[in-house]
């Protein structure tokens, strides 16, 4: 099955019209993107974009052997273009299937939102799914089960659906995932691509023609991440964000509670509401069985606590203890972390706070937590397959 992709962009398309964002101004040449269609096998046309024909032409494609034309979702975008020649659009109800002459065979999926999935199966047995933009599927039917081998959908607005794919057992290790209804709020370039590669999925140019079932490198997901940043930089929203494509993730609080402290508790809930449901949460900063056991990807949130915590342990902030065996016992502490991360097998992406840059602490304990944080932080970055580091809001990657 041949799938060309007349646009990839939202139904506005992108750059929107008039829109000053620094997404749209750089929404230039291979990046602009017009509003999402897909041409199947030259038959079949899944959704309108604006200058349908000319987008054909410009992929080395024709519309004359288009018998189905399908809509996935309401088209409030530009006026809607019907090229001459083309049947009469439709969408198929939810739950329905629609037979072509030529043998394919397009189900309708139901989302949770306005608008159609669809299911294509080509002649041969090669199955895609197409989501419409801001859809996840609202339940899949049995036969769904197996992956598919492709899946194109809004996953840069909606994540979720690709976790709730994941979790059906709908997307595998060898499913193409390729975002589109690509909008202005992800900045094109390597920030799109970056973002997207973290979730296992990829975006293309428009006019890019893809085989269904054919082999395609799959983006490496890095086992093993940390995310470094100061105070609001942003560190904990990039952590969240690398597994929210991902069913069952086990968030890691090693802040605990702290009574009376209401300050802290908003804090704590302000991170809870923007977690995904399907995630359990754990307090403990018992991190090395977690590590070593089997289990759903890791989100440890931070190593900075977790420090803090085994410096209470070893009582490191008394002068004295710290000379007579308080830095041995941090030390070890430390050492069998590193280790854990070394010999895991979860997905395990953390956050610490980035130090040192600013004003030298005033009080030995407090260079004291400084120091150990570096040695720890270069330690566990030393056993992370990617490392980025977040400034307002930006991620930059110092490794992978």
Same mark, same amino acid.
């Given at each position: ?30 990046? =602009? ?75 309708? %999926? ?22 419409? /933009? ?92 940390? %995310? ?47 977690? /995904? ?83 030298? /602490? =005033? ?38």
């Amino acid at each position: 099955m041949e799938l060309t992709l007349l646009g990839t962009g939202a139904p506005d398309g992108l750059p929107r019209p008039d829109c000053p964002c620094a997404a749209c101004a750089s929404a230039l040449g291979d990046q =602009a993107r017009a509003a999402t269609a897909l041409l199947v096998d030259g038959v079949l046309l899944l959704d309108l974009t604006p200058g349908a024909a000319f987008a054909a032409a410009r992929a080395g494609q024709t519309l004359s052997g288009v018998r189905q034309v399908l809509l996935s979702h309401p088209h409030d975008g530009p006026v809607l273009e019907h090229p001459a020649g083309l049947p009469a659009a439709g969408r198929v109800p939810d739950g329905r299937a629609l037979a072509l002459l030529d043998g394919h065979r397009v189900r309708a %999926v139901a989302m949770d939102a306005p608008g159609t999935g669809y299911e294509v199966t080509a002649p041969g047995g090669e199955r895609l799914l197409y989501l419409p /933009p801001g859809g996840a599927p609202a339940g899949l039917e049995p036969e769904a089960k197996d992956p598919y081998a492709m899946v194109l959908g809004d996953f840069t607005g909606r994540p979720d659906a690709l976790a709730r794919l994941r979790a059906a057992g709908a997307v595998g290790a060898t499913t193409d995932v390729v975002a589109v209804h690509l909008d202005h709020d992800v900045p094109p370039g390597p920030e799109l691509h970056r973002r997207l590669a973290a979730a296992g999925a990829r975006a293309v140019p428009d006019g890019t023609t893809l085989v269904v079932g054919e082999y395609h490198a799959v983006p490496d997901l890095p086992r093993r991440t940390l %995310v470094l940043g100061g105070a609001r930089s942003g560190k904990s929203f990039e952590a969240e964000r690398r597994l929210e494509s991902f069913p069952e993730v086990l968030y890691v609080a090693t802040g605990g509670s702290r009574e009376g402290d209401t300050e802290w508790a908003a804090r704590v809930g302000a991170h809870r509401e923007r977690r /995904p449901a399907s995630w359990r949460t754990e307090e403990t900063c018992d991190l090395v069985p977690l590590l070593d056991a089997d289990g759903p990807p890791l989100l440890i949130d931070c190593l900075s606590l977790w420090l803090t915590d085994a410096m209470d342990q070893v009582e490191a902030w008394d002068d004295a203890k710290w000379a007579a065996g308080g830095e041995r016992a941090l030390r070890e502490r430390m050492a069998q972390l590193v280790e854990a991360v070394r010999g895991t097998r979860r997905s395990v992406v953390a956050v610490s706070n980035e130090v040192g840059s600013g004003v030298v /602490p =005033a009080t030995a304990a407090g260079r004291r937590f400084r120091d150990e944080l570096g040695r720890l932080n270069t330690a566990f970055a030393g056993e992370c397959e990617h490392v980025l580091l977040v400034v307002a809001g930006q991620a930059l990657a110092l490794r992978g």
